[in-house]
């Protein structure tokens, strides 16, 4: 059965300081992943998107970045964060274009920037 | 370019009560896919139901049931004799039926059941 890891599941973090955030999935081959954002009570945002290993698409201007470096494993950065970077961040993965499936989320990261 | 309505922010009712979430979409595409999601205290994002655009049969499944009307672009979320466990809130989404999948969401409803 196909898993999604995501960590840390909270961080505090200085103005200023860098970010990784790290997700992973299981049990699955060339997923489409997902990096959401969910500012305090408000929707969620989709910020990154990537179809393939190497292969971001940015939806929003932002300070952050995203990179996919293997086939399952989804990174969301920043050189130096904001205060408005603080928020709930959700990876997701879905089966790969050509099929219409559900998205699976991760846990979670809820990041404070300070 | 696609949008998701979720018109209440916050709904409280007394359990034992029927409650119904709206949602109100507008997309150009022929080929599309609704979702509803829960997502509790603890943050992460449960699914609860999928329906593709072709399919506009009602859906029911134990206290949840959905009401999806094309004519009117609404996915309709109804929970029978609420309970306090389904306190959380609830995020309608759309998605593309053919190229990019991401999904759209709306802003959520938050449903508090007081017991």
């Known amino acids: 059965s196909q898993t999604i890891h995501q960590w840390p599941a909270t961080l505090v973090q200085p103005v200023g300081s860098p970010l990784s955030l790290e997700c992973t999935v299981e049990?699955?081959?060339?997923?489409?992943l997902y990096w959401y954002r969910q500012a305090a009570g408000r929707g969620l945002q989709l910020l990154f998107y990537?179809?393939?290993?190497?292969?971001i698409s940015s939806e929003v201007p932002q300070n952050l970045s995203a990179s996919r470096p293997q086939d399952r494993q989804f990174i969301l950065s920043s050189k130096k964060l904001l205060l408005s970077d603080s928020g709930f961040y959700l990876c997701?993965?879905?089966?790969?274009?050509?099929?219409?499936?559900?998205?699976?989320f991760g846990q979670g990261t809820r990041l404070t920037v300070v | 370019a696609q949008k998701v309505t979720q018109a209440q922010t916050e709904i409280s009712v007394v359990e034992k009560e029927d409650v119904t979430l709206d949602c109100v979409y507008e997309?150009?595409?022929?080929?599309?896919?609704l979702f509803w999601y829960k997502q509790p205290p603890s943050g992460e994002l449960v699914f609860l139901i999928r329906?593709?655009?072709?399919?506009?049969q009602n859906e029911i499944s134990g206290r949840y049931s959905w009401n999806f009307q094309k004519s009117t672009s609404s996915f309709n979320f109804t929970i029978t004799a609420s309970q306090v466990v389904d306190s959380a809130v609830y995020f309608c989404?759309?998605?593309?039926?053919?190229?990019?999948?991401?999904?759209?969401f709306g802003s959520g409803t938050r449903l508090q059941v007081q017991p």
């Open positions: 997701a993965w879905s089966l790969p274009v050509g099929t219409a499936q559900r998205a699976f």
């Open positions: 049990g699955t081959s060339n997923p489409n």
């Open positions: 990537s179809v393939g290993i190497g292969q």
């Open positions: 997309t150009r595409d022929t080929t599309y896919y």
């Open positions: 329906r593709n655009s072709f399919d506009e």
């Open positions: 989404a759309l998605t593309r039926g053919t190229g990019r999948r991401a999904l759209t």
